[in-house]
């Protein structure tokens, strides 16, 4: 089964500094997504990024960016002129490429989370 | 605008009762899911639901059961037979039965048992 790890349960960053906030996962598949929530304290998760592992080029968007590493298993997500609103915890997540062939490889694991800090 | 609604936001249990949690959506969405969150354990799979009238065990399914009977509602039924459904609890849909594009989630429910 997959795993993913977040080796940061809190993290803290200033006003408008840049924070990195790490994951790793477990996995045999060479097919597959990524992604980052975000759940502010209104806890209504927010999908902030998608990695599909066969696309070599890093997502981003906006302000938000990762460095996927396929072959270490590592998809970091990082924050960059951190706001305010940034503040939340942040999940990673694994989806198995196996298609929708039914099962649980469609399932998303989620990593425990790293709660976010900012400090004005 | 479409979305996920879930209800009611807090709900409080007596012990031996069966409690029953809300999802709608419409997005039209196929796939719905229901995860449980603990502090410190991230999001756990209980149930989900690819298509209408079909439910399959997610990782902690004991305790819990689900209905399907229509595309928009995913109801989640909490019964006595759960030791400790004390938790915070989220229903997500998905757009065709694979999630590769990520889950729409609900604003989730609070479940206490008193």
């Known amino acids: 089964a997959q795993t993913v790890t977040q080796s940061q349960p809190e993290m803290s960053v200033q006003e408008a500094e840049t924070v990195t906030l790490s994951c790793t996962y477990d996995t045999s598949e060479s097919d597959y997504y990524l992604f980052w929530y975000k759940q502010p304290p209104s806890r209504q998760m927010i999908l902030v990024i998608r990695?599909?592992?066969?696309?070599?080029q890093n997502a981003t968007e906006n302000r938000f960016s990762v460095n996927f590493q396929k072959a270490a298993k590592s998809f970091s997500l990082k924050i960059s002129d951190s706001q305010l609103g940034d503040a939340a915890m942040y999940f990673c997540a694994y989806r198995s490429g196996k298609g929708n062939s039914g099962g649980s490889n469609y399932k998303l694991t989620f990593g425990k989370g790293t709660l976010l800090t900012v400090n004005p | 605008d479409g979305g996920i609604t879930q209800s009611p936001k807090y709900l409080f249990r007596k012990e031996g009762q069966n409690v029953t949690l809300s999802c709608e959506q419409n997005l039209n969405h196929d796939a719905m899911y229901w995860y449980r969150q603990d502090p410190g354990q991230g999001l756990r799979l209980i149930y989900y639901s690819q298509i209408v009238n079909d439910f399959q065990k997610g990782d902690i399914a004991e305790g819990y059961s689900v209905s399907r009977e229509k595309k928009e509602s995913f109801p989640l039924t909490v019964t006595s037979a759960q030791k400790n459904p004390t938790a915070f609890y989220l229903c997500a849909s998905s757009i065709g039965t694979g999630g590769a594009y990520g889950y729409t989630f609900g604003s989730g429910t609070r479940l206490t048992v008193v």
């Open positions: 990695q599909e592992a066969y696309k070599q």
